[in-house]
């Protein structure tokens, strides 16, 4: 059973930056893809970004790219998102889910990923 654990997230003001870590446990992360997720209040959940498992693919929706990088540290079981440039449409839960069936590449989509973090969240405000 895969299970996934976010940290990092807390208030910040526009412009500032957040670097989101997702831990993965019970298994090895070499035989995972990962994808970030947000959810706002009274919004639908939108994927964010994913890595495919040898971090040569990533994928980032049209609002963060540019301002945000998705990394992965095998060797430590962790995969990173690093936030910059941050303004209050980014507010939101942010979960990070896995994949471990075989999909090439990675996908934005929420129903290709099997296992879901609880989520921090990420305020921007002043």
């Known amino acids: 059973q895969v299970q996934l654990v976010e940290s990092g997230g807390g208030p910040v003001q526009p412009g500032g930056s957040l670097r989101l870590s997702c831990v993965v446990s019970g298994g090895t992360l070499d035989n995972v893809v990962i994808g970030w997720f947000r959810q706002a209040p009274g919004k639908e959940r939108e994927g964010v970004s994913c890595i495919s498992r040898s971090a040569n693919s990533a994928y980032y929706v049209e609002s963060v790219k540019g301002r945000f990088t998705i990394s992965r540290d095998n060797a430590k079981n962790t995969v990173y998102l690093q936030m910059n440039s941050l303004n209050p449409e980014d507010t939101a839960g942010y979960y990070c889910?896995?994949?471990?069936?075989?999909?090439?590449?990675?996908?934005?989509?929420?129903?290709?990923?099997?296992?879901w973090g609880q989520g921090t969240q990420v305020t921007v405000s002043t």
């Open positions: 889910a896995a994949r471990r069936r075989y999909i090439y590449g990675c996908s934005g989509s929420e129903s290709a990923y099997d296992y």
